[in-house]
């Protein structure tokens, strides 16, 4: 989750701490094993591992607006399930004028507030109904306990309800369509936010590009192996943390409910 305050630094190195350490045993490795085989290997040139960080560039970029574009997507959907469940509320307050009708309104809100927490949680991988035993009652828990998909349940309970409220004649056909097309925009919705939440970068891609990375760093390694390891070591460390730092970022980016 993108959050509008400074990241600390100790966060960031935890990130890449892993890739880091990995980094530092890596160009020791390659110095001293440059060092013993220095009469048997020909000069390795810097334009190598400079063509190899463009290539790497590139891919970090594609990757990273990927990523963004999934966080941006997730964003505006839940932006309008928002907006979607004010206005639902705002509707029923509209449409049922009767004062007996009153807490019909009040359940199907706190079950619309139920829908979204449980929404979130499901996104999350986390019990559905956590949090959830406030807003809605207990037989609204029993008819939905067996169903898979416990938001798509409460959905399905006010869907019910404005049925029952349509068979009574409390809602008139021009109010039951526009309860039921806002029905249809959370179910959308949530169509969507599942769908980014079960669509992921392919694992070889990741592999992949960490594979290039530590690539880049021993040709570097290599094409550097007449500097001394006291300014080698830092200048790799520094040079992969950008790209690890990247990387992570944009992984994290790809999910977008976190």
Known sequence: MLV??????????????????????????????????????????LTIATFLGTGISVLLSFKMSQSYDRWWEARKIWGAIVNDSRSFVLQLQAFLKKEELKPNIRTMAYRQVAWCYSLGQSLRGLPPLQDCEQFISDDDIRRIHDFKNKPLALLQLNVLDLKKLRMENELSDFESIQLNSTSVRFSDSMGAAERINNTVFPTIYRM???????????????????????????????????????????????????
Request: net charge neutral; no cysteine.
């Open 208 to 258: 992949f590009l960490h594979f290039i990375i530590y690539l880049f760093v021993a040709i570097l390694g290599i094409a550097m192996k007449d500097v001394g390891l006291v300014y080698e070591i830092p200048l790799l460390l520094l040079i992969s943390f950008v790209f690890f730092t990247l990387e992570k970022a944009a992984y994290y980016l790809q999910g977008p409910f976190p």
């Open 4 to 45: 509008d305050k400074r990241v600390p630094i100790r966060y960031i190195f935890k990130m890449v701490k892993y890739e880091m350490l990995i980094v530092i045993i890596l160009a020791t490795v390659i110095y001293f094993i440059a060092g013993v085989v220095d009469p048997y290997i020909p000069e390795m040139p």
